[in-house]
């Protein structure tokens, strides 16, 4: 494998792993710098990630912009110092407000995955560019497995210790960057800068020009936000509801990780050639509705092991209903397609943390009643039902 392509899929990786890497430790470590509850814990997690998405949202197409007109390189290397400066910042911070300002500013700096695979792109011939995505998408893959992993695992050592590991891995690749990135912007592809195409929520001006798939992003929009449930509150609920170390919070997003890569990437055609996409969306939902339902009333940490792997089988009905969507576009509006999608996603990522740590705070706080911790993924639940419903009402049997 070439060095550059090295280098970008471990950018990847570690882009990935630094989100996964924190989540075992933050309720200690939001309760440690705030002295509260961990129903007050919950409340700034939603807040610290939703400020994390609001600047990656906002920052994406600025960050992309800026690598096509002073190039890839520089802005790679400076913005993978930049986290390497945020997460030492992190492991020192004794504030919330450090914390938060962290957060933000680490939003920012991983707003480079879109430059990353432009730069993939670009030492790719035509003939690559689809291997070498996917390349990609298992990059993400492997970090969103191993992060939480790892983050549990050295938790051990406090709460300060995987801010420090990623620090140490993101100087790590940014040396490495340094020796083996070569430019890839020329002075013929280079294009000026302009502020108007950085404009983050130019993808919304599109919905309108795809009339014939406003249910369908509505459904794809509930289903976002029911399924960010479990980044969002999964530390928080497991460690209020069984007293689970940061370890264990680790190893079950792992395994949740692992889970999610063999359904889509073992079980999706199999089940699609079986039952189609229509039926094979509607099963998705269900077994996400029915998952959600379960872990809402669970109150056995023993029996939710075993279940994730089952609340996994749901994300086999995401492929066929964007299988679905692509189908129903024009062929000259896919990329438009994709880029409402991709800004869709963005505003569950914003809404979802604060949402769901409000709900977990407002039935596990002082004199909470009912006291109930999972009521989150309660009302994911309904978000999936509600999904399950308009899909069903707007793809008719007959229609794929």
Same mark, same amino acid.
């Given at each position: 494998?070439?060095?550059?392509?090295?280098?970008?899929?471990?950018?990847?990786? &570690?882009?990935?792993?630094?989100?996964?890497?924190?989540?075992?430790?933050?309720?200690?470590?939001?309760?440690?710098?705030?002295?509260?509850?961990?129903?007050?814990?919950?409340?700034?997690?939603?807040?610290?990630?939703?400020?994390?998405? $609001?600047?990656?949202?906002?920052?994406?197409?600025?960050?992309?912009?800026?690598?096509?007109?002073?190039?890839?390189?520089?802005?790679?290397?400076?913005?993978?110092?930049?986290?390497?400066?945020?997460?030492?910042?992190?492991?020192?911070?004794?504030?919330?407000?450090?914390?938060?300002?962290?957060?933000? @500013?680490?939003?920012?700096?991983?707003?480079?995955?879109?430059?990353?695979?432009?730069?993939?792109?670009?030492?790719?011939?035509?003939?690559?560019?689809?291997?070498?995505?996917?390349?990609?998408?298992?990059? @993400?893959?492997?970090?969103?497995?191993?992060?939480?992993?790892?983050?549990?695992?050295?938790?051990?050592?406090?709460?300060?210790?995987?801010?420090?590991?990623?620090?140490?891995?993101?100087?790590?690749?940014?040396?490495?960057?340094?020796?083996?990135?070569?430019?890839? $912007?020329?002075?013929?592809?280079?294009?000026?800068?302009?502020?108007?195409?950085?404009?983050?929520?130019?993808?919304?001006?599109?919905?309108?020009?795809? !009339?014939?798939?406003?249910?369908?992003?509505?459904?794809?929009?509930?289903? %976002?936000?029911?399924?960010?449930?479990?980044?969002?509150?999964?530390?928080? @609920?497991?460690?209020?509801?069984?007293?689970?170390?940061?370890?264990?919070?680790?190893?079950?997003?792992? $395994?949740?990780?692992?889970?999610?890569?063999?359904? %889509?990437?073992?079980?999706?055609?199999?089940?699609?050639?079986?039952?189609?996409?229509?039926?094979?969306?509607?099963?998705?939902?269900?077994?996400?509705?029915?998952?959600?339902?379960?872990?809402?009333?669970?109150?056995?940490?023993?029996?939710?092991?075993?279940?994730?792997?089952?609340?996994?089988?749901?994300?086999?009905?995401?492929?066929?209903?964007?299988?679905?969507?692509?189908?129903?576009?024009?062929?000259?509006?896919?990329?438009?397609? %994709?880029?409402?999608?991709?800004?869709?996603?963005?505003?569950?990522?914003?809404?979802?943390?604060?949402?769901?740590? %409000?709900?977990?705070?407002? @039935?596990?706080? !002082?004199?909470?009643?009912?006291?109930?911790?999972?009521?989150?993924?309660?009302?994911?639940?309904?978000?999936?039902?509600?999904?399950?419903? &308009?899909?069903?009402?707007?793809?008719?049997?007959?229609?794929?």
């Amino acid at each position: 494998m070439p060095l550059p392509v090295l280098f970008i899929l471990l950018t990847v990786v &570690l882009n990935a792993m630094g989100i996964g890497l924190i989540l075992p430790v933050m309720p200690d470590l939001i309760r440690e710098v705030t002295g509260g509850d961990i129903s007050n814990a919950a409340i700034w997690g939603g807040i610290l990630s939703a400020s994390f998405a $609001v600047m990656q949202f906002l920052f994406s197409p600025l960050v992309g912009n800026l690598s096509d007109a002073f190039g890839r390189r520089p802005v790679i290397l400076i913005s993978l110092l930049a986290m390497a400066l945020d997460y030492i910042v992190m492991a020192l911070a004794g504030s919330i407000w450090l914390l938060l300002a962290g957060r933000i @500013f680490g939003g920012i700096t991983a707003a480079t995955n879109a430059t990353a695979t432009a730069y993939m792109a670009d030492i790719s011939t035509p003939a690559e560019k689809a291997r070498n995505f996917g390349l990609i998408g298992a990059g @993400f893959g492997v970090g969103f497995v191993f992060g939480p992993m790892l983050g549990g695992l050295l938790a051990e050592y406090g709460t300060r210790a995987p801010f420090y590991a990623a620090a140490a891995l993101s100087l790590a690749n940014t040396a490495f960057g340094w020796v083996v990135l070569r430019e890839t $912007v020329t002075d013929a592809t280079r294009r000026p800068f302009a502020m108007r195409r950085a404009n983050p929520f130019g993808a919304f001006r599109a919905v309108g020009r795809l !009339p014939d798939l406003t249910t369908l992003l509505w459904v794809f929009f509930f289903f %976002q936000v029911a399924t960010m449930v479990y980044p969002a509150i999964w530390a928080y @609920f497991t460690v209020e509801r069984f007293g689970w170390s940061p370890g264990l919070v680790g190893i079950s997003l792992a $395994v949740y990780g692992v889970s999610i890569a063999v359904v %889509q990437g073992v079980l999706v055609r199999p089940a699609i050639r079986a039952m189609g996409e229509r039926r094979t969306v509607i099963f998705g939902l269900a077994i996400e509705v029915v998952s959600l339902v379960i872990l809402g009333l669970i109150t056995s940490g023993t029996a939710v092991l075993f279940l994730i792997p089952v609340t996994a089988v749901g994300a086999i009905g995401m492929p066929a209903l964007q299988g679905i969507m692509s189908r129903l576009t024009p062929d000259n509006a896919q990329g438009e397609l %994709q880029g409402v999608l991709a800004s869709v996603t963005s505003v569950a990522m914003i809404m979802a943390p604060v949402v769901m740590t %409000q709900i977990f705070a407002a @039935f596990t706080g !002082p004199g909470a009643s009912p006291y109930l911790p999972g009521a989150p993924f309660l009302l994911a639940a309904l978000l999936m039902a509600i999904s399950l419903v &308009l899909f069903r009402a707007r793809i008719a049997p007959q229609t794929v």
